[in-house]
């Protein structure tokens, strides 16, 4: 049996083994393990504190061993799946995603398990992907899920720790960001008036498909090149006078007129307005 006692004002713990002797007698052996008692609860205090973390918060924590057959899963994912713990912990790894995701996850999974990290104790494999699983009524969400191999304190891997965050909202900005793109692309790849971005130095970073109709080139040819290159020696001096004297100014707006050589090596006259777009 176990027992406390309080000894000078401090509790003490006692297990005891009682025998019977003779009909009169009983022995009784008692030994001191207040020490483990205390280990004991202080392990169960961090295991309280764990499970309430756990428990509580957003992100996924999911705990499989080496068979991908789930041994724990923090009940956030009844919120963002909609699954029972108990339907997820019964469900096959290959059930839980759609299959381009699926392919990526046992990607991932044979880079965590591969012969160089069995074979070093030491080493950390942390392997992040963004995935998708599917919910209950069959839609599907995102997850950033990050792999870890678990090792025994022999350095024997055993498990395999999963670790995800909903990153929903981020997909659909990113998709969102995708499709301005796109739409302001399609605008300016078909607008007949050109268009060159610039450094402050006047290297070329794009130019329109527009700006190569318009003097007789190949799009994109002046890419990492000087602008200067094409505009009359005798306008190069107030073209630079201008781009020197807006860099100093972010979103102010200037006009300019100079020529430019055509492919054909004749000079044209292009009327420019030029934004600096520095501070955006």
């Keep these: 049996i176990e027992y406390d006692l ?26 001191d393990i207040t020490e483990r008692k205390q280990t004991e609860e202080k ?3 961090s295991e309280e504190r764990y499970r309430m973390l756990a428990e509580n ?24 799946r909609n699954f029972t713990l108990d339907e997820i912990n019964s469900m096959p790894f290959d059930r839980n995603f759609p299959a381009d995701s699926l392919q990526n996850a046992l ?9 160089e990290n069995l074979a070093h104790p030491e080493r950390l494999s942390p392997q992040t992907i ?28 055993f498990a395999i720790l999963a670790s995800g965050r909903d990153i929903g909202d981020r997909k659909k900005s990113q998709a969102a960001l ?9 605008l300016i790849e078909n607008n007949t008036d050109a268009i060159v971005l610039v450094d402050p130095r006047g290297m070329v ?26 505009i009359h020696p005798e306008d190069r001096a107030s073209f630079s006078q201008i781009l020197d004297g807006i860099v100093q100014h972010p ?25 600096n777009l520095l501070g955006e």
């Design 43 to 45: 392990i169960r205090a």
């Design 57 to 80: 918060m957003s992100d996924t924590i999911w705990l499989m061993d080496l068979g991908l057959r789930t041994t724990y899963i923090s009940p956030s994912v009844t919120r963002s």
């Design 130 to 157: 963004e995935l998708e699983f599917f919910r209950k009524d069959g839609t599907t969400y995102w997850s950033e899920t990050t792999f870890n191999l678990i090792r025994n304190p022999q350095g024997h891997p």
């Design 205 to 230: 970073l794009y130019e329109s498909p527009a700006y190569a109709r318009m003097m007789g080139g190949e799009n994109g040819r002046r890419l990492g090149r000087t602008c200067y290159e094409q």
């Design 251 to 275: 979103g102010e707006i200037r006009q300019s007129t100079f020529r430019s050589q055509h492919r054909d090596k004749t000079w044209r006259w292009i009327e420019a307005t030029i934004t």
């Design 107 to 115: 990607k991932i999974i044979a880079e965590t398990l591969s012969p």
């Design 178 to 186: 995708e499709n301005s793109e796109k739409y302001y692309r399609l």
């Design 6 to 31: 309080t000894i000078n004002n401090r509790t003490t713990w006692f297990e005891a083994s009682i025998s019977p002797m003779t009909k009169n007698n009983t022995l009784w052996v008692a030994r």
